[in-house]
Nanobody, 118 residues
Protein backbone atom coordinates (compact mmCIF):
# COMPACT_ATOMS: atom_id res chain seq x y z
CA UNK A 1 0.00 0.00 0.00
CA UNK A 2 1.48 3.31 -1.05
CA UNK A 3 1.89 6.00 1.59
CA UNK A 4 2.81 9.65 1.20
CA UNK A 5 4.22 12.05 3.77
CA UNK A 6 4.72 15.77 3.39
CA UNK A 7 7.59 17.57 5.09
CA UNK A 8 8.85 21.12 5.25
CA UNK A 9 8.80 24.34 7.24
CA UNK A 10 5.50 25.28 8.79
CA UNK A 11 6.24 29.00 8.69
CA UNK A 12 7.51 31.02 5.75
CA UNK A 13 8.03 34.76 5.55
CA UNK A 14 6.32 36.81 2.84
CA UNK A 15 8.28 37.09 -0.42
CA UNK A 16 10.31 33.99 0.40
CA UNK A 17 10.05 30.51 -1.12
CA UNK A 18 7.85 27.75 0.21
CA UNK A 19 9.49 24.36 -0.11
CA UNK A 20 7.77 21.07 0.58
CA UNK A 21 8.79 17.50 -0.03
CA UNK A 22 6.63 14.41 -0.32
CA UNK A 23 8.23 11.10 0.51
CA UNK A 24 6.56 8.07 -1.01
CA UNK A 25 6.74 4.57 0.40
CA UNK A 26 5.24 1.35 -0.87
CA UNK A 27 5.76 2.14 -4.53
CA UNK A 28 8.24 3.82 -6.84
CA UNK A 29 7.36 7.26 -8.15
CA UNK A 30 8.71 6.12 -11.53
CA UNK A 31 6.06 3.42 -11.82
CA UNK A 32 4.45 3.61 -15.24
CA UNK A 33 1.01 5.18 -15.31
CA UNK A 34 1.09 7.27 -12.18
CA UNK A 35 1.57 10.94 -11.51
CA UNK A 36 2.26 12.68 -8.23
CA UNK A 37 0.47 15.87 -7.42
CA UNK A 38 0.24 18.81 -5.09
CA UNK A 39 -3.05 20.21 -3.83
CA UNK A 40 -3.69 22.89 -1.26
CA UNK A 41 -6.58 24.10 0.85
CA UNK A 42 -6.56 27.61 2.27
CA UNK A 43 -8.54 28.31 5.44
CA UNK A 44 -12.25 28.34 4.69
CA UNK A 45 -11.74 27.49 1.02
CA UNK A 46 -11.92 24.44 -1.18
CA UNK A 47 -9.21 22.20 -2.52
CA UNK A 48 -7.00 23.79 -5.15
CA UNK A 49 -5.03 21.70 -7.64
CA UNK A 50 -1.50 23.00 -8.17
CA UNK A 51 0.19 20.54 -10.47
CA UNK A 52 1.90 17.20 -10.80
CA UNK A 53 4.95 15.32 -11.97
CA UNK A 54 4.44 12.20 -14.03
CA UNK A 55 6.19 8.84 -13.79
CA UNK A 56 8.48 9.92 -16.64
CA UNK A 57 9.51 13.17 -14.97
CA UNK A 58 7.39 15.53 -17.03
CA UNK A 59 5.53 18.18 -15.09
CA UNK A 60 2.26 20.01 -15.47
CA UNK A 61 1.64 23.06 -13.32
CA UNK A 62 -1.74 24.78 -13.27
CA UNK A 63 -1.64 28.16 -15.09
CA UNK A 64 -2.54 29.96 -11.87
CA UNK A 65 0.76 28.85 -10.35
CA UNK A 66 2.90 28.48 -13.44
CA UNK A 67 4.93 31.64 -12.84
CA UNK A 68 5.71 30.78 -9.21
CA UNK A 69 5.65 27.02 -8.78
CA UNK A 70 7.96 24.25 -9.78
CA UNK A 71 7.61 20.54 -9.16
CA UNK A 72 10.57 18.20 -9.33
CA UNK A 73 11.72 14.87 -7.99
CA UNK A 74 14.57 12.97 -6.44
CA UNK A 75 14.16 9.39 -7.53
CA UNK A 76 17.00 8.21 -5.30
CA UNK A 77 14.87 9.26 -2.31
CA UNK A 78 11.55 8.33 -3.95
CA UNK A 79 10.52 11.87 -3.20
CA UNK A 80 8.94 14.73 -5.13
CA UNK A 81 8.89 18.37 -4.15
CA UNK A 82 7.08 21.66 -4.57
CA UNK A 83 8.70 25.06 -4.64
CA UNK A 84 6.44 28.11 -4.56
CA UNK A 85 8.19 31.45 -4.84
CA UNK A 86 7.23 34.96 -3.74
CA UNK A 87 4.68 33.78 -1.23
CA UNK A 88 2.12 36.04 0.38
CA UNK A 89 -0.24 35.44 3.31
CA UNK A 90 -2.78 34.24 0.72
CA UNK A 91 -0.56 31.19 0.22
CA UNK A 92 -1.26 30.09 3.79
CA UNK A 93 -2.85 26.67 3.43
CA UNK A 94 -2.67 23.00 4.15
CA UNK A 95 -0.60 21.47 1.38
CA UNK A 96 -1.25 17.89 0.35
CA UNK A 97 0.63 15.53 -1.90
CA UNK A 98 -1.24 12.74 -3.61
CA UNK A 99 -0.94 9.97 -6.15
CA UNK A 100 -2.78 10.64 -9.39
CA UNK A 101 -4.52 7.92 -11.34
CA UNK A 102 -6.52 8.37 -14.54
CA UNK A 103 -9.78 9.06 -12.75
CA UNK A 104 -8.70 10.83 -9.62
CA UNK A 105 -6.43 10.69 -6.62
CA UNK A 106 -6.13 7.39 -4.82
CA UNK A 107 -3.64 8.10 -2.04
CA UNK A 108 -3.01 11.25 -0.02
CA UNK A 109 -0.53 12.50 2.48
CA UNK A 110 -1.87 13.77 5.77
CA UNK A 111 -1.23 17.38 4.80
CA UNK A 112 1.22 20.03 5.95
CA UNK A 113 0.07 23.39 7.25
CA UNK A 114 2.20 26.22 5.92
CA UNK A 115 1.64 29.69 7.33
CA UNK A 116 3.00 32.72 5.52
CA UNK A 117 3.64 35.45 8.05
CA UNK A 118 6.33 37.84 9.09
Amino acid sequence: QVQLQESGPGLVKPSQMLSLACTVSGGAITTNGYAWGWIRQAPGKGLEWMGAIKYDGTTDVTPLFKSRASIFWDTSKNQFSLHLSSVTPEDTAVYYCARVIPYGLDAWGQGALVTVSS
